[in-house]
């Protein structure tokens, strides 16, 4: 029986993520699309989880929508290449830091509980500038 209970919390051990890994999922894809992670090219189904350090690309005509733990909302828009650098939410105090960079393309964004919960908590960089997210609804657009 302890055995058996042993072998059972192993495989949940190998096969679970940790809490903090889920940072948000797919909720929309259409068209060319993609998610890069660690040289790897994943399809982004409804409900794809993302990772802190994925890379949302989009091709003509491609479109991914992602809700992250803390709400916020990114709809990423054709030709597009969108990375995720940092996300750290603390579920508890509605706290964090949420960083991302705009390569190319569009990216709306409806700021979610990390940008309300102090200043510079939310930022996004582009290739010529940085903005600082104080709880807002934006559209950012980087021409190719």
Excluded at 79 to 93: C, I, L, M, Q
Excluded at 108 to 128: E, F, H, L, N, W
Aim: aromatic letters at 4%; charged letters at 25%.
């Amino acid at each position: 029986m302890k055995r058996a209970l042993l072998v059972t919390l192993s495989l949940l051990a190998m096969t679970a993520q940790p809490a903090w890994a889920d940072i948000g999922r797919v909720k929309k894809s259409a068209g060319i699309a993609s998610i890069e992670r660690k040289g790897a090219k994943i399809n982004p189904a409804i409900g794809t989880t993302l990772l802190p350090g994925d890379v949302l690309v989009t091709g003509q005509g491609g479109q991914i929508a992602i809700t992250f733990a803390d709400n916020t909302r990114f709809s990423v828009g054709p030709n597009s290449r969108v990375a995720v650098d940092k996300f750290d939410f603390d579920r508890t105090t509605r706290s964090g830091e949420f960083e991302t960079r705009v390569e190319r393309g569009s990216l709306g964004v409806v700021s979610g509980q990390i940008a309300k919960s102090r200043r510079d908590a939310m930022k996004v960089r582009t290739p010529t500038s940085l903005l600082g997210v104080r709880g807002t609804r934006f559209i950012i657009n980087v021409p190719q």
